[in-house]
């Protein structure tokens, strides 16, 4: 999550430029998408407690609370951050949480939301009523809400010698990849992200060349288009892709994820896709395997 809320948020502040936006085409309230009963930790808890909790419920963020309320929060990337760089983590969840988090108000504007989450890094909000924590808002949770918009209506790869001897990107990566196409429909890929519960497809031909990745941020952009289900994947796709080699430094992707703002990478084999790396496949990895990586890195 970002340190800053962002200035003068409201209609005000939107492009005259977007001709149809998410509010005056669908008016939407922030209680009806928002996901309720989030997963929390609290300030006094041990650091290796919210740390399970992300590696075991698969989620890139905890909300911090204390009696009071929102307290902050702690991200994915800090921990990879924290666990790569120290064998020993001591303290509590408040010693490494992020105070100042970027929430909005319960009858906030969704539109606000979706501007927000377009423009910053950080992948979802906390939303607060009265002050105290009531739920989160996702870019997946927007583009889930908003999927059915995006039906058709009827009638490059990072080499490093850093790290000799570290496990390998193959020792790690995610096999048997959803993937993409340049010339789908976007509703299909909408759909696939709102329900398969994924932040991005791998484009590729059909040789599974990759050729670029569509995230739910590119997506979540068409939400002020005046007519998003006539685009295609390559139409809005990132075709400039950080990738590794399946036997590059499973260290150097770690590298990689803690200094960029992106939760995972690609793994090519002859310029193939083959598999997914992402920071939470790392934290699992770093925790089961301390002595071995400390050790590693010790000698280098």
Same mark, same amino acid.
């Given at each position: 999550?970002?340190?800053? !809320?962002?200035?003068?948020?409201?209609?005000?502040?939107?492009?005259?430029?977007?001709?149809?936006?998410?509010? #005056?085409?669908?008016? +939407? !309230?922030?209680?009806?998408?928002?996901? &309720?009963?989030?997963?929390?930790?609290?300030?006094?808890?041990?650091?290796?407690?919210? @740390?399970?909790?992300?590696?075991?419920? %698969?989620?890139?963020? /905890? *909300?911090?609370?204390?009696?009071?309320?929102?307290?902050? @929060?702690?991200?994915?990337?800090?921990?990879?951050?924290?666990?790569?760089?120290? #064998?020993?983590? *001591?303290?509590?969840?408040?010693?490494?949480?992020?105070?100042?988090?970027?929430?909005? =108000?319960?009858?906030?504007?969704?539109? =606000?939301?979706?501007?927000?989450?377009?423009?910053?890094?950080?992948?979802?909000?906390?939303?607060? %009523?009265?002050?105290?924590?009531?739920?989160?808002?996702?870019?997946?949770?927007?583009?889930?809400?908003?999927?059915? !918009?995006? $039906?058709?209506? $009827?009638?490059?790869?990072?080499?490093?010698?850093? %790290?000799?001897?570290?496990?390998?990107?193959? =020792? @790690?990566? +995610?096999?048997?990849?959803?993937?993409?196409?340049?010339?789908? *429909?976007?509703?299909?890929?909408?759909?696939?992200?709102?329900?398969?519960?994924?932040?991005?497809?791998?484009?590729?031909?059909? &040789?599974?060349?990759? /050729?670029?990745?569509?995230?739910?941020?590119?997506? /979540?952009?068409?939400?002020?288009? *005046?007519?998003?289900?006539?685009?295609?994947?390559?139409?809005?796709?990132?075709? $400039?892709?950080?990738?590794?080699?399946?036997?590059?430094?499973?260290?150097? @992707?770690?590298? &990689?994820?803690?200094?960029?703002?992106?939760?995972?990478?690609?793994?090519?084999? +002859?310029? !193939?896709?083959?598999?997914?790396?992402?920071?939470?496949?790392?934290?699992?990895?770093?925790? $089961?395997?301390?002595?071995?990586?400390?050790? %590693?890195?010790?000698?280098?």
């Amino acid at each position: 999550m970002a340190s800053e !809320r962002p200035s003068q948020m409201g209609k005000d502040s939107r492009s005259t430029d977007n001709s149809s936006t998410l509010e #005056e085409t669908e008016p +939407q !309230r922030i209680g009806d998408i928002m996901q &309720c009963g989030v997963i929390t930790v609290r300030r006094e808890e041990s650091v290796y407690k919210a @740390i399970g909790i992300m590696a075991e419920k %698969h989620v890139s963020g /905890l *909300p911090v609370v204390d009696d009071v309320g929102l307290a902050g @929060i702690i991200s994915e990337k800090d921990v990879l951050k924290l666990l790569y760089d120290s #064998e020993f983590l *001591p303290g509590n969840v408040e010693d490494y949480m992020t105070k100042d988090v970027v929430s909005f =108000d319960i009858d906030g504007s969704v539109s =606000d939301i979706c501007e927000c989450l377009t423009n910053n890094n950080f992948r979802r909000v906390t939303i607060l %009523h009265q002050g105290r924590l009531a739920g989160i808002v996702s870019r997946a949770d927007l583009i889930r809400a908003n999927k059915d !918009r995006f $039906k058709p209506k $009827k009638s490059s790869a990072v080499k490093s010698t850093k %790290h000799q001897n570290s496990p390998l990107a193959q =020792d @790690i990566m +995610q096999w048997g990849l959803l993937t993409v196409r340049k010339d789908t *429909p976007i509703y299909q890929v909408v759909e696939v992200l709102a329900t398969k519960n994924i932040t991005g497809l791998p484009v590729v031909d059909d &040789c599974m060349n990759l /050729l670029g990745i569509l995230s739910e941020k590119d997506v /979540l952009k068409l939400l002020y288009h *005046p007519q998003p289900q006539d685009i295609k994947v390559a139409d809005i796709m990132t075709e $400039k892709v950080v990738s590794f080699d399946q036997d590059d430094s499973l260290f150097d @992707i770690c590298d &990689c994820l803690i200094e960029n703002n992106f939760r995972r990478v690609p793994v090519l084999n +002859q310029g !193939r896709l083959v598999g997914i790396v992402s920071r939470a496949d790392i934290i699992v990895y770093i925790l $089961k395997n301390k002595s071995t990586i400390f050790k %590693h890195k010790r000698l280098n």
